[in-house]
Nanobody, 118 residues
Framework: QVQLVESGGGLVQPGGSLRLSCAAS????????MSWYRQAVGKERELVAA??????NYTTTVKGRFTISTDNPKNTVDLQMNSLKPEDTAVYYC?????????????WGQGTQVTVSS
């Protein structure tokens, strides 16, 4: 079965950086669009960044600060987060959806907490 395992969350000061990583198994990685979502306390879950092949997409609030990338041989997707702000505090989830599919991603990791605070 498909498994997504995130790592790399933690506590960081404002202006700092973190790198999240997601290891995927049980799927043909190159056929899937990979994304990172986040959910802050009391807020709706939101799409942060997505990637398929060389195509990437970012939500406006993270453009220029976050970078999503994949390593196909390793079946991993990373999210490099720079210039972090307190409002980036959330649980971050790795997701996978067949690139040919529609609708929300069917596969989700367990989530990793990112806390930006001084």
């Amino acid at each position: 079965q498909v498994q997504l395992v995130e790592s790399g969350g933690g506590l960081v000061q404002p202006g700092g950086s973190l790198r999240l990583s997601c290891a995927a198994s049980g799927l043909t990685f190159s056929s899937y669009a990979m994304s990172w979502y986040r959910q802050a306390v009391g807020k709706e879950r939101e799409l942060v960044a997505a990637i398929f092949g060389t195509i990437t997409n970012y939500t406006t609030t993270v453009k220029g600060r976050f970078t999503i990338s994949t390593d196909n041989p390793k079946n991993t997707v990373d999210l490099q987060m720079n210039s972090l702000k307190p409002e980036d505090t959330a649980v971050y989830y790795c997701t996978a959806r067949l690139a040919s599919g529609l609708g929300p991603p069917p596969y989700w990791g367990q989530g990793t907490q990112v806390t930006v605070s001084s």
